[in-house]
């Protein structure tokens, strides 16, 4: 059969993969049309947080699907998006009291950007419609998100069309921390009139090759943002819902951000969708007595009932089930496995949460790595120089060993 009518994403089509078919898929395992299976270690780029067929969540869903799966909400409400709005108000920092859905991460910051421009310009400060953004971020894959991000990996072909802001390099290390507030004071003294926000990935940036850096810097970045009358914007896309050990990642730095991004595992990995959170200061500079000053967007599939009952659940089972202490586990056998694992090929080990990277000097190592866990039964795929296992939470102690052994083993061949 032709393999070339699906375009498979991130991919040099013309070079012939074996795309491994899937037909089924449960718990922490992935079953392949040939009969294997595999251990996941990537939760679904990050987003099935509870595994796979979680009984519950295809209750609520199915539930759902025959009271009616979508409709739009230009007119109408329903329950699913009310609850949920008012569960995500209850659980995401103090302050945060708005919430516009979309359809996925990129939608999401797109939104976040576009009424933080138009917060300044209801304000009558259009001039303010530039971005901060930090050294390598990734914040999706359109055009706008693709301007705040800094991936050349991804938009080079764009360049010329890209109307970039500014950036700051992260304190990847702690003791950078006053050379990276140093650069953000100088780029906000110099610009702010400029300036409608500052935007992160807080704490630990996926696309940039898993990079973490400290909470102190986040904290300082906050407070210049409030002096210089800057939005802080917070992209926990790939950080929301314990990723990092808390349940958002501003909460390592006790923040509140004027806008907040939450996407992949906000419905469990069960469908695209994601929710851009805003304080009352940002909501209400919306309102007014006409059209001008309102958020002209809208979504097609914006709150669809289906994705908001199964968000629903999965925030309910989260906190019901203790998973960040479940979490908590995953990050003790991380560091027990992983602490003093050395290998003269191994650069750098990150560990946060539920979340492990290993990067490498040279991306050489991992050559053929991606068939070796195949036939060692895991699913982990290598990323650039770096290899990383994002398990869903309620794995199982004896598999996310073997996630760990497959790696190690690898060094040892
Ligand atoms: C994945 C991701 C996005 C984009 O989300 P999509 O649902 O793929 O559009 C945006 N920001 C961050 C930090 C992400 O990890």
Redesign the pocket.
């Known amino acids: 059969m032709n393999n070339n009518q699906v375009w498979y994403p991130y991919r040099q089509m013309q070079h012939d993969f074996a795309e491994y078919e899937v037909v089924h898929a449960e718990k922490e395992f992935i079953f392949l049309k040939d009969g294997n299976r595999l251990i996941d270690g990537v939760s679904s780029?990050w987003a099935a947080i509870h595994g796979y067929n979680h009984p519950e969540l295809n209750k609520v869903i199915n539930e759902q699907v025959s009271k009616f799966s979508h409709i739009m909400l230009g007119g109408f409400t329903h329950q699913p998006v009310k609850q949920l709005a008012s569960k995500l108000v209850e659980i995401t920092p103090e302050g945060l009291n708005h919430i516009f859905f979309s359809d996925?991460?990129?939608v999401g910051?797109e939104v976040a950007l576009k009424m933080a421009v138009q917060f300044w310009a209801n304000k009558g400060q259009s001039i303010k419609n530039k971005f901060i953004s930090l050294k390598g971020a990734?914040?999706?894959?359109t055009f706008k998100t693709m301007e705040v991000g800094d991936d050349s990996d991804y938009n080079q072909s764009f360049a010329n069309v890209l109307n970039k802001g500014f950036y700051v390099s992260p304190p990847y290390n702690s003791n950078d921390t006053n050379k990276s507030i140093h650069e953000l004071e100088c780029i906000l003294s110099n610009n702010s009139e400029k300036i409608a926000a500052f935007i992160c990935?807080p704490i630990l940036q996926?696309?940039a090759g898993f990079k973490v850096y400290g909470a102190e810097f986040l904290k300082i970045a906050y407070k210049l943002c409030k002096q210089y009358n800057v939005l802080f914007i917070a992209?926990e896309?790939?950080t929301g819902f314990g990723r990092t050990g808390k349940l958002f990642a501003c909460e390592h730095a006790r923040i509140t951000p004027d806008i907040m991004v939450l996407?992949?595992g906000l419905t469990g990995g069960y469908i695209?969708h994601?929710a851009t959170i805003v304080t009352s200061e940002v909501f209400n500079a919306f309102l007014g007595d006409n059209y001008e000053t309102a958020f002209m967007h809208g979504p097609t599939f914006m709150g669809n009932p289906l994705a908001c009952a199964v968000a629903l659940k999965s925030i309910e089972i989260f906190d019901r089930d203790d998973y960040l202490l479940k979490i908590k586990q995953i990050e003790k056998i991380f560091i027990a496995n992983f602490e003093n694992f050395k290998d003269f090929r191994i650069k750098e080990i990150r560990i946060l949460g539920g979340f492990i990277a290993l990067e490498f000097i040279d991306n050489k190592v991992l050559e053929g790595f991606q068939s070796y866990a195949i036939e060692n039964g895991v699913w982990l795929r290598p990323f650039g120089n770096c290899l990383y296992i994002a398990p869903s939470y309620i794995i199982e102690e004896n598999s996310l060993i073997k996630l760990v052994y497959v790696i190690k083993e690898w060094f040892n061949k």
């Open positions: 780029w996925s991460g990129s910051v990734y914040h999706g894959d990935e996926g696309a992209d896309v790939a996407g992949k695209g994601a």
